[in-house]
Structure formats: structure tokens, C-alpha cells
């Protein structure tokens, strides 16, 4: 059931949100100001509301248990990936680099030859698989970068396993 998980995080929490799109969490950023639409669009949309705001945890539709809310405690977005790790189980092994971080889209399998020229050279001739957002078109591949989030996350989170 945890797999199914999606929220909609405050933006006081917009580090986050992109921690969990890089683990593979289908996360949108709340970027208005009233605390009233983003408990609706939860509502609507069946996410869980990420929020560092005491306040709006204390709404109705959160606190008679119809919206489900998540107050991080922790200022540092990676201490706030371990609340919730604790909090939900989130996993970073569920699908890990397959949406884009700046759009929440998933990612669209592309071949060596459909990026050439998109990616400097040296990439080209070292990596073999390449993922493309298809709203930013940014493309992503398994690099250096890629190893040392996915070392970060896996400290984060590690122990976490789906599905058991
Ligand atoms: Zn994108």
C-alpha cells in the first residue's frame, strides 16, 4: 500500500519535494498562499500534505482524519526525508530516478542516439542509459552525480523495505 503514496508539499518544504521525485514519488509543490487550497487539493487528488506549518495541520478536514498530513519537525531537507521515512516507510529502492525533479513527470526511455548532441560528448560515449522529461526535455543519466544522491538516499532511508 506505501507504494501508492503521493503528496503535495508546502512550500516551506520544497527541498523535499524534490528528494521525493528523485526517490520516485509522484510529489507536487503547493505554491499558493492559502492554507484552504492546498487541503483541497489533497482532498481531490489523494495526497498526503507535507507542511513544516502548525497551523494548517490543525485544520478540520486534517485533524477529523479525512486529509492526511505530515508535520516535519527538522529546518534540513534531509532530516525531514528521515521523518518521513520513519513516519510513512518511504523507500528509495521503490523507483528510484524515474521522475523529473523539477517537474514530477515521469521520466521517457531515450537511446544513445536520440540524445546525442543534447548531452556534452564525454557522456555520451560513457553512459548507456538516458531517461528525458518530456515537459523540460532536461535528460538524465547515471553519472557521478546520479551514484552520490543515490548513496545519500540510501543512507536516508536504506533500511526501508517495499512491499514486506
Ligand atoms: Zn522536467
Not at 529546518?75 to 516507510?89: A, I, Y
Not at 553519472?143 to 533500511?159: D, F, I, Y
Given at each position: ?79 525531514q526525508v528521515k521523518e518521513l ?18 517537474c514530477n513527470l515521469p521520466l ?57
Amino acid at each position: 500500500m506505501y507504494s501508492e503514496l503521493e503528496f503535495i508539499g508546502d512550500i516551506n518544504v520544497g527541498k523535499l519535494v524534490r528528494w521525493l521525485r528523485m526517490m520516485g514519488y509522484d510529489t507536487s509543490l503547493f505554491k499558493g498562499d492559502d492554507d484552504s487550497e492546498i487541503v483541497t487539493a489533497a482532498l481531490e487528488e489523494g495526497r498526503v500534505i507535507l507542511t513544516r506549518d502548525t497551523g494548517l495541520v490543525e485544520r478540520h478536514l486534517i485533524t477529523s482524519g479525512r486529509v492526511r498530513a505530515v508535520l516535519l519537525k527538522s529546518e534540513k531537507p534531509e532530516e525531514q526525508v528521515k521523518e518521513l521515512s520513519v513516519k510513512l516507510k518511504i523507500s528509495s529502492s521503490l523507483n528510484p530516478f524515474t521522475r523529473c525533479i523539477e517537474c514530477n513527470l515521469p521520466l521517457v526511455a531515450r537511446s544513445k542516439e536520440e540524445v546525442e548532441g543534447k548531452v556534452p560528448p564525454y557522456v555520451l560515449k560513457t553512459q548507456e542509459v538516458f531517461n528525458e522529461c518530456p515537459h523540460c526535455h532536461r535528460i538524465y543519466w547515471r553519472g557521478t552525480h546520479w551514484r552520490a544522491m543515490q548513496k545519500r538516499l540510501e543512507r536516508l532511508v536504506g533500511s526501508n523495505v517495499q512491499g514486506s
